[in-house]
């Protein structure tokens, strides 16, 4: 636990730097790096796909990714990007049709495209026009979601959520989860809604609400997700990247849904204007 609340003090700072203050691009391509390292922690650390050049292509894929979302996601790139991609796959499951076998060749394009398409919504939100202050949103949700689950599960979980993938997971925890998220929404609500220079946006309370209530019920898909892929490949973790949490998809599993959940309500009933 003291690790864990040691590393989250440290990271949090540098999260809030980079997303507020560094230069988009910084943050567009550090984020890009962290979707390489997932690729792999879901390849090669689970032993789904052991072969380096498979999981090489998926890294490198799954990067690429992140510099489309950047430079405004231009479709006809995309379509080439992941074209060059799938072929390089079945060129090499061609040339060892029976070492690199077709779940595999799937499995690369989950972690290669699936995955970093997804979790690239935060790049696609950062480059918002007031995607400074909107990018927040889905990191207050996931994380206000976590930490009240937690501890609402610990002081009050009765009921088992998922025993058999999840046993820690409790019914009460996520409804504290829950609890917690919309009231941090509302917080950051009221804070975009100050009458300062550097907020005094234009904010719907009731969208806010929505935002946490829907985020947070993903956001403990994701998790579950993940969750059961672990179950099934005997890991306890996708690896040690960050003290006391695990890997960068144990960090980060249920932002995979609630990423581009937030990114389609901001484009379809947006908080603040």
């Known amino acids: 636990m003291k690790t864990r609340i040691i590393a989250a003090a440290v990271l949090i700072p540098v999260l809030l730097v980079l997303l507020l203050a560094a230069p988009k691009i910084v943050t567009a391509v550090i984020w890009g790096i962290l979707l390489a390292v997932g690729a792999y922690e879901l390849l090669y650390r689970t032993d789904l796909v052991r072969e380096a050049r498979l999981v090489i292509y998926s890294a490198v894929m799954a990067f690429a990714i992140a510099m489309w979302s950047f430079w405004d996601a231009v479709h006809a790139w995309g379509m080439i990007g992941l074209m060059l991609f799938i072929m390089l796959l079945f060129a090499e499951m061609m040339m060892s049709h029976v070492k690199i076998t077709f779940d595999k060749i799937c499995m690369c394009l989950v972690a290669g495209v699936l995955v970093p398409l997804l979790l690239s919504s935060l790049i696609r939100i950062h480059t918002m026009k007031i995607g400074k202050f909107m990018v927040l949103i889905p990191f207050i949700v996931a994380f206000a979601s976590d930490s009240g689950a937690y501890f609402a599960g610990r002081y009050f979980g009765a009921h088992k959520l998922a025993p058999v993938i999840s046993p820690h997971k409790t019914v009460e925890g996520a409804v504290g ?4 998220a919309v009231l941090c929404m509302i917080i950051y609500a009221v804070v975009l809604d100050l009458p300062v220079e550097l907020f005094n946006f234009n904010v719907n309370y009731l969208y806010a609400a929505l935002y946490g209530l829907l985020g947070s019920l ?3 898909v994701g998790d579950l997700c993940f969750s059961v892929i672990k179950r099934q490949t005997g890991i306890k973790d996708y690896g ?5 949490h695990g890997g960068f998809l144990d960090r980060f599993d249920s932002m995979m849904l609630v990423g581009p959940l937030m ?6 009933i947006p908080v603040a204007v």
């Open 218 to 220: 993903v956001g403990i």
């Open 263 to 268: 990114e389609a309500l901001m484009l379809l």
């Open 177 to 180: 989860g829950v609890i917690c």
């Open 240 to 244: 040690n990247l960050i003290p006391g």
